[in-house]
């Protein structure tokens, strides 16, 4: 573990934070007394922030919503499956105002896994005034 001081930008726990040199980490504490950030480079805390990306931004709450339904949609066999769950997840919580963040994460998780697999949707819908 290491410990960084300075500006922190807002960071909390579980987010994940890229050094000067580039390598990443993800923050697992912060020293009372000076504020400072405690960031693990390598280990369990780290690995699971891995297994989910680039989720900064999210409560804690809705981290672990996130984590949730995401593993639910992976426990699928088929990239097709897994599309089809994440959307049902999406389509389910949209309509709620308090879970906008989480469904804009849920989204990008999506986009990701449809562009990976270059899969495209039969059907999506678009903000006719974004087009």
């Known amino acids: 573990m290491i410990f960084l001081g300075g500006v922190t930008m807002g960071l909390k726990v579980g987010d994940t934070f890229f050094a000067r040199d580039g390598r990443p980490g993800?923050?697992?504490g912060r020293e009372q007394k000076?504020?400072?950030l405690v960031v693990e480079?390598?280990?369990?805390?780290?690995?699971?922030?891995?297994?989910?990306?680039?989720?900064?931004?999210l409560s804690p709450d809705e981290r672990k919503e996130f984590e949730a339904l995401v593993d639910d949609a992976r426990d699928s066999k088929s990239s097709e499956e897994r599309i089809l769950k994440l959307q049902g997840h999406?389509?389910?919580?949209?309509?709620d105002p308090k879970k906008q963040v989480l469904t804009r994460y849920l989204e990008g998780e999506l986009s990701h896994l449809m562009y990976s697999n270059?899969?495209?949707p039969r059907?999506?819908?678009?903000d006719q005034d974004k087009t």
């Open 90 to 95: 999406i389509e389910e919580i949209q309509l």
């Open 118 to 120: 270059s899969i495209s």
């Open 26 to 28: 993800v923050v697992v």
């Open 41 to 57: 480079r390598e280990g369990p805390r780290f690995e699971k922030a891995r297994h989910y990306g680039f989720i900064n931004g």
């Open 123 to 126: 059907v999506y819908t678009v």
């Open 34 to 36: 000076t504020d400072r």
